[in-house]
């Protein structure tokens, strides 16, 4: 587990990295509110505002998601893509999500069309950082078939309803976090917050009905190096 004092305080803030990684961990980590965060921190004789650890979260949760980004392996090559409808101040979003075989997201893109131009946007995004996938699963939505075969018409391509449930269940923690923020409150906080929150679970959630004891503890201890290793290398 995380050690507190185990590093030096960062240039520019009153409190050492290792609280900062902590309370960014902690929020992202469980369906937790900035309240219940600060709550967590006193309890262990951290005396800070809520107001304190959004600001961590704003600003070093990019950072924390682009190393996991950078240190994970290669995803397989079959990928399931979905999107879901979000609501913001009262307009309608789709938030796209490509996961892997594993149902680990990959990446999200909150856009407020789901027509071929937003496919293909959520493509070339998808096919830039990861690469080429050998099949895309997909609802019969048609714009991933138009978009598709624009951009990449030798791909394989599945359109059926009941082989998405990967990415459709995906959603689940989305929506579990949009209730514990009471609604994202506009498209750029809800696309900041996505892209940390599902990274974190990439490292933090494996799938602990696919391990024995063992294998979930070992998977567990490496996520928690890694996370050490990234607070250790944090800068303002």
């Known amino acids: 587990m995380f050690n507190l004092d185990a590093f030096p305080a960062l240039?520019?803030?009153?409190?050492?990295?290792?609280?900062?990684?902590?309370?960014?961990?902690?929020?992202?980590?469980?369906?937790?509110?900035?309240?219940?965060?600060?709550?967590?921190?006193?309890?262990?004789?951290?005396?800070l505002s809520y107001e304190t650890i959004r600001d961590w979260v704003n600003k070093f949760g990019h950072y924390f998601s682009g190393r996991i980004r950078r240190d994970r392996p290669t995803p397989n090559d079959k990928w399931h893509l979905d999107e879901c409808v979000v609501k913001?101040?009262?307009?309608?979003?789709?938030?796209?999500?490509?996961?892997?075989?594993?149902?680990?997201?990959?990446d999200?893109?909150?856009?407020?069309?789901?027509?071929?131009?937003?496919?293909?946007?959520?493509?070339?995004?998808?096919?830039k950082r990861w690469g080429m996938p050998r099949v895309l699963v997909t609802d019969k939505l048609g714009s991933y078939g138009a978009a598709k075969r624009e951009i990449a018409p030798d791909l394989e391509h599945r359109q059926h309803k009941g082989l998405n449930n990967r990415a459709e269940a995906s959603h689940r923690h989305t929506r579990r976090r949009?209730?514990?923020?009471?609604?994202?409150?506009?498209p750029c906080?809800?696309?900041?917050?996505?892209?940390?929150?599902?990274?974190?679970?990439?490292?933090?959630?494996?799938?602990?009905?696919?391990?024995?004891?063992?294998?979930?503890?070992?998977?567990?201890?490496?996520?928690?190096?890694?996370?050490n290793d990234y607070t250790a290398e944090l800068h303002a």
């Open 108 to 127: 999200t893109l909150l856009q407020s069309r789901r027509n071929t131009k937003a496919a293909k946007r959520f493509f070339c995004k998808l096919f």
């Open 189 to 227: 906080q809800a696309q900041r917050f996505l892209s940390a929150h599902d990274q974190v679970a990439a490292i933090f959630r494996p799938k602990r009905h696919r391990l024995s004891a063992a294998s979930f503890r070992h998977a567990r201890a490496d996520a928690f190096c890694l996370w």
């Open 88 to 106: 913001i101040n009262g307009k309608t979003y789709w938030l796209w999500r490509a996961v892997d075989e594993n149902g680990d997201t990959l």
């Open 178 to 186: 949009e209730e514990v923020m009471g609604r994202f409150k506009s």
């Open 11 to 47: 240039k520019g803030y009153r409190f050492p990295r290792s609280i900062i990684g902590y309370a960014v961990w902690a929020y992202h980590r469980f369906a937790m509110s900035l309240r219940d965060v600060e709550d967590l921190l006193a309890a262990r004789g951290i005396v």
